[in-house]
């Protein structure tokens, strides 16, 4: 086979790949449109949780699909949306507690107590029907990505096509870069509680995993807890720093399958290459290439 053959072979693979895969994007796209302008249609809507007082059931970074429930049909357990009375801005996500006989209800979350209020029907804005995991996160970057998805398209328009996807690479990764480190969804936790010991002697620090990754809550010079995205911990404290303040740290505990899954990642470019190859060098390059050689 002749190199112009196959280059013309590795072309029509290529373009193959590509339109498979863009087709395949247009459709899930135009689904996802499609359910999405039903269920606002039907009244549907959405909110990120924010805080975690919802536990592992719907942790920091959750996407709520909520929509509008007939307020007698409420028991507890059920999980609503709502605004507290006399606060029409605030919006709470929590369980239904207690039903009482003049029809109002009572709200609670997975962590914290009984809130203090009791809700009619004006107060609900509707049921929670499904909630998924760290998709309030991308919501939250959106504008981030969005811009830089705009930035990074128009920097491929302005270059040479050989160069386009290894700028697509590097460019893409630094908006994703700035996203992580502005919103720092994967590894973060909130302070509920550093209370002296009811045992005597140091202190136990209480916390909650607020990220997408497990996290580690180390005492000073003693025990340490894993934790899990909504997941509350406690370490007791006894031993001091050299300042003689009681610590705890923070970090990453990241298992090793995301260490396999971030090392795969990065041969993503080179197994693109393998199995679609990289694209023809224009007339210009392969006559900078061959004098490059000549020299």
Known sequence: MSSHAATRSRRTRKDRWVRAASWSLVAVLLAFIA??????AEGGRWERVETPSMGTVAPV???LWVKPVDFASLRPGDFITFHPPGSKGAIYSHRVYKRYADGSISTKGVIPAPDPWRLRAGDVVG??????WGVGWIVTAAPVLIIGGLIVAAVRSMLKRSWRLPATIILGSLVLTVAIGWYRPFVNAQQLAFAPSAHGGGADATYVGTGLLPIRLQAQGGPHVDLRDGEVGTVHVSSVDKDGRLRVSLRPAIPMWWWIVLVLVCFVPALYS???GLPPLSAEDESAAAAALQT
Do not use: K
């Open 127 to 132: 049921s929670v029907r499904m909630h998924w």
């Open 35 to 40: 359910f999405s302008l039903v269920w606002r």
């Open 274 to 276: 393998l199995l679609i």
């Open 61 to 63: 970074g959750t996407l």
